[in-house]
């Protein structure tokens, strides 16, 4: 029972009135300030109804709030806050199990904690006039927020606010504050292991439960789980070809061609290791970009990325580089800090992603880096439309784009399925010599140019222009100690006259406005020096012509009508397939496939088909499988668009895969959840049980994915890292066991709600979990596959807040496939169906 005293401690009273502290481990009530005065911290609380409690501190205590589903980093979301009693500071590191018959009885994680301040002119007492315009540095929550309080309604007593993310460089479209932040940040327990009294590992103990250091620019993160492993060892990154012209087709993502220095990031926990692109170990160089990726706290991983620093109008500048290079990252200011984009995932866990396609490992490196902010970003991409971005790019005066081939795998040298093209000519070059000047004061006029053709240097005249005082200081003292008598390159009177000589080593950048007709650089302008690549890498660029388009897969009969009920065609089936395929592919790609296929249309005979009779083509491949009567059968797979597209040429419609790779058959990675209600039942109670599967499978530490399944249903998906079980994973029988009690609890709690049973007889009036495509040999339809129901209607992923304003599950038909495109690239669905997780104890 509550504490019945009266007496009050400051504004503390209500606070201790409500609790026994004889019953509750929660800290008694006593006014205090902490050393900064302005800490902050979350708390999520599973009590009567599940919340986020924001403390912040203020005249000594915690004012707090109780935040209805959770802060949503999202400007156009506005979550109700309503006012709860102030909290002793002790309070800001309370996480633990409230009794149940105590007030806020139920389990309590500390989500997040650093410090607030109001924005400049405001002040904390503002909160007594009904807002508060204020800015978190947390390690989940940062950026400006505004609290506003709500006119009560009628007699209500309870005061309620309402909280806001403003728009900065910390918002984005959607939940994902909560949706990924499934762990303490103190003991990096989920809520089960907190409600069950899981004590805290040697390591995560360690970690103390203090606000972070007051940070003046952005939030401090820390890791909020241990991770061991050592970093991955650094791989020759691939390299792109530079053509004339951007390739066209949807085969193709298109991403800014950042203009700094390129690095692989090797990183296990808070183990960071900077390569350079030929391998030397820039990490000292980079110290403010380890201290950020070290605050993750990520499991071993190898990321391939640039790192830039910007320059007076924004853009990525490789001058203003090497100036904050030049000054060292302890005199670096908030303007030019250095950044990292990243866009491409090497390996991650000791899972090698080499010879996954380009769109899967863009698609890990979005959800592994889901919680990343300024200054690691993960850069952006389009999907066709890349004459558009050059366009957008060149306008803004940045270099060009890089264009990857969708399907493609990761080749560590150069190759044309990644290619550049540059809004400006630059290039590198090696620094063969310098000429005298006769300014007083000025140690060279020019500098003599060369590039590798073959193994010879070879001369490319002189550069003059583009250096600063700092530059010509700096270049000097670096050639005084590679002056040599002898000419580095063949080369003819009128070039030879003036030179002073030197040591192939040094390499720089330059602009210029073309290449004469004797191979000379026309124009050129000193970009600046480039110390992260080898002089004997340098060689002479010229472009080339893009890339042809796919291979075109005839389809035949295109006007045969497969949707009877809306006329649409098999032409219109394939043109879809075609478009959607780079969204399509991480999920069907490489995992072992049934066809649903209807030659005829859907109105007559359609059939399932897992094995080829040889009749589907080339871009059809074949896995051997073992079968349970010990023998083999050839499984069919996909590897790009054209596979695709060869089964709708033979009458497919839909494609179901299997929730394990081709690669590796006996180790699952993905558990489905397929909700599918009985007759009576509407979308909104379909909507709400897979939130609540979200939400319980969240308390286990599992992130969860939603997709409409173009049917009546929803499929709630578990994506999971899995090496297999001699590796330390886990098998098909514990894959089936754990989804099976997983549903099975579920139907116990809510027995009117749920079943378990396939049991016709036992579904009525019930939503079935079918948890049964969870085992060997069971398919499920992938992420964006049509359906063979009447309107022609698609499997589409939808974020979580989305779900919510969906009225059915067949929304999107194949005439959607811009807009399913449009979508795919929104901020609610960046790393849509990824995580690195793996199955906990249940």
Not at 72 to 84: G, N, Y
Not at 217 to 245: I, Y
Not at 350 to 367: H, V, Y
Not at 648 to 660: K, L, N, R, Y
């Amino acid at each position: 029972m509550a504490k019945k005293s009266s007496a009050s401690r400051g504004s503390l009273g209500t606070y201790d009135a409500k609790r026994d502290f004889k019953l509750t481990a929660e800290p008694a009530g006593k006014v205090e300030s902490s050393k900064s005065g302005n800490i902050f911290m979350v708390q999520k609380h599973d009590a009567t109804r599940l919340h986020w409690d924001l403390r912040l501190e203020v005249d000594g205590v915690l004012k707090s709030w109780a935040v209805t589903k959770g802060p949503s980093p999202d400007p156009d979301i506005k979550r109700l806050a309503v006012r709860t009693e102030d909290h002793p500071l002790a309070y800001a590191t309370f996480e633990g199990t409230i009794p149940k018959a105590e007030y806020g009885g139920g389990t309590v994680m500390l989500w997040d904690r650093g410090h607030w301040a109001p924005i400049k002119g405001k002040k904390a007492s503002d909160l007594e006039d009904g807002h508060l315009h204020f800015t978190l540095d947390g390690e989940r929550m940062k950026g400006e927020w505004l609290l506003i309080r709500l006119k009560p309604r009628g007699n209500e007593k309870r005061e309620n606010w309402l909280l806001r993310k403003l728009q900065d460089e910390f918002a984005e479209a959607g939940d994902g504050l909560v949706q990924h932040g499934l762990t303490s940040i103190s003991t990096g327990r989920t809520m089960a292991e907190i409600a069950s009294g899981k004590e805290v590992d040697n390591v995560a103990a360690k970690m103390k439960a203090k606000a972070p250091a007051k940070s003046a620019n952005r939030g401090v993160r820390k890791k909020t789980a241990a991770k061991s492993g050592k970093p991955p060892e650094f791989r020759k990154p691939q390299l792109a070809t530079l053509v004339d012209n951007v390739p066209a087709s949807n085969g193709w993502m298109h991403e800014i061609k950042f203009d700094g220095y390129r690095a692989m990031v090797a990183i296990a926990g808070d183990k960071v290791t900077i390569f350079t692109r030929s391998g030397k170990d820039w990490t000292d160089k980079f110290a403010p970009l380890v201290d950020e990726f070290a605050a993750l706290g990520l499991p071993p991983c190898l990321i391939d990325g640039e790192i830039v620093a910007y320059g007076p109008y924004g853009n990525p500048d490789f001058s203003a580089l090497q100036s904050v290079l030049k000054r060292g990252h302890g005199s670096q200011t908030a303007e030019d800090a250095l950044s990292f984009h990243a866009f491409d995932l090497l390996e991650v866990d000791g899972q090698d992603l080499a010879d996954e396609p380009n769109i899967e490992r863009k698609e890990r490196l979005e959800a592994l880096l889901a919680e990343a902010a300024p200054p690691l970003h993960v850069a952006e991409h389009v999907i066709g439309a890349g004459e558009k971005l050059l366009k957008t790019m060149c306008d803004a005066g940045q270099e060009g784009i890089i264009s990857k081939k969708i399907d493609a795998k990761y080749r560590h040298a150069r190759s044309k399925a990644w290619v550049k093209v540059k809004c400006t000519r630059r290039q590198e070059f090696v620094i063969v010599g310098y000429t005298k000047s006769s300014a007083k004061g000025r140690p060279f006029a020019s500098l003599v140019m060369a590039q590798h053709e073959g193994d010879e240097l070879v001369y490319r005249g002189r550069v003059g222009t583009g250096y600063t005082a700092d530059d010509l200081e700096m270049l000097a003292g670096k050639m005084r100690r590679l002056e040599r008598k002898t000419p580095t390159v063949e080369a003819d009177k009128a070039q030879k006259r003036g030179v002073t000589w030197l040591t192939p080593r040094l390499v720089a950048e330059v602009g210029f406005a073309e290449f004469t007709a004797d191979g000379n650089i026309r124009h050129g302008s000193f970009l600046g020096l480039r110390e992260d690549k080898e002089a004997a890498e340098v060689k002479a660029e010229r472009a080339v012509e893009a890339p042809a388009a796919e291979e075109e897969i005839v389809i035949s009969n295109r006007d045969r009508v497969i949707f009877p009920e809306s006329g649409q065609t098999k032409g219109e089936l394939a043109d879809y397939y075609a478009a959607i395929a780079p969204l399509m592919l991480p999920f069907a790609a490489r995992r072992p496939v049934s066809l649903v296929r209807c030659p005829q249309g859907r109105g007559k005979k359609c059939f399932f088909q897992k094995h080829d009779s040889g009749s589907f083509g080339e871009h059809v491949h074949h896995v051997p499988i073992r079968e349970k009567n010990g023998g083999t059968e050839d499984y069919l797979y996909l590897e790009d668009a054209p596979g695709i597209l060869q089964c709708v040429q033979m009458g497919s419609i839909e494609f179901h895969g299997w929730d394990a790779p081709s690669t590796a058959v006996e180790a699952p990675d993905r558990m489905i959840f397929d909700l599918d209600p009985d007759e009576g039942l509407d979308f909104a109670d379909v909507k709400s049980a897979a939130k609540d599967i979200h939400d319980q499978l969240a308390d286990i530490g599992l992130t969860s994915f939603a997709m409409l399944s173009g049917g009546k249903g929803v499929h709630v998906i578990v994506p999971l890292d899995n090496p297999g079980a001699d590796a330390g994973g886990h098998d098909w029988d514990t894959h089936k066991d754990f989804s099976r009690r997983f549903a099975e609890a579920l139907s116990v709690a809510e027995p009117d709600r749920f079943t378990a049973t396939m049991s016709k007889a036992k579904r009525k009036g019930k939503i079935f979990i079918d948890w049964l495509r969870n085992q060997r040999g069971a398919t499920a339809v992938v992420p964006y596959s049509a359906r063979a129901r009447e309107g022609a209607p698609v499997a589409v992923p939808v974020s979580w807040g989305e779900l919510k304003k969906l009225e059915a599950a067949n929304v999107f038909t194949i005439g959607d496939a811009k807009r399913l495109t449009d979508r795919a690239a929104s901020k609610g669905l960046a790393g849509w169906g990824f995580a690195t997780q793996r199955l906990p104890d249940f």
